[in-house]
């Protein structure tokens, strides 16, 4: 194997890893959680179920919408599915609940920021956009209608169905939805895995075609 693959590799299973850690503290903050987080966390309200078992079959349905619009998944993709649910109950098995806005609040600005690294990483890594993240740009593909839009039709209606469901919606959700994009996009680029030479078929999207999966 490659250096050049290896690297690769280690940065989408690391990504993925922080981004379960990063939405496990976004929940132990109790300020509120990122859109499809708030989605997951009001179905495993009403079932019983783990979040992070919630967020694994959520991933797994969604990824079976990309059949009608044709979309074709990587190994980031699959690894998507499952990675990030594993890692997030996990860490909500080790991390305690927590009181008070002293203890909430620092939660909740580390969940964000290491939200920011885990999504430049598994991103930059090129295998693939995860299943609501390509699922957003299968939309914009079928309809013609902007990224933007899609992805706020289609957050906007997660975000509601979570909420009435019992999901945790608040100020962190608000932090998360302003800083996200500038974090994300930073760390992208901050963590670019140059091209190989000559170049190796990759099954995925490029950084620029990566919607965050929010």
Known sequence: MSTHLTRRLL?????????????????????????????????????GVTIGVVSIIVGALVLLLWIPIRQRPGLGTVSNVFAIGIAMDATLALVPEVHGLAARIPLLVGGILLNGVATGLYIAARFGPGPRDGLMTGLHRLTGRSIRLVRTSLEVVVVVTGFLLGGSLGVGTVAYALAIGPLAQ?????FAVPEAAPAEPVTGATPAQAILRG
């Open 11 to 47: 940065q989408l299973y690391v990504g993925l890893t922080l981004y379960g850690v990063s939405s496990a503290l976004l929940v132990r903050s109790g300020l509120g959680l990122e859109p499809w987080g708030v989605l997951h966390q009001g179905i495993a309200e009403r079932t």
């Open 186 to 190: 930073f760390f992208l680029r901050y």
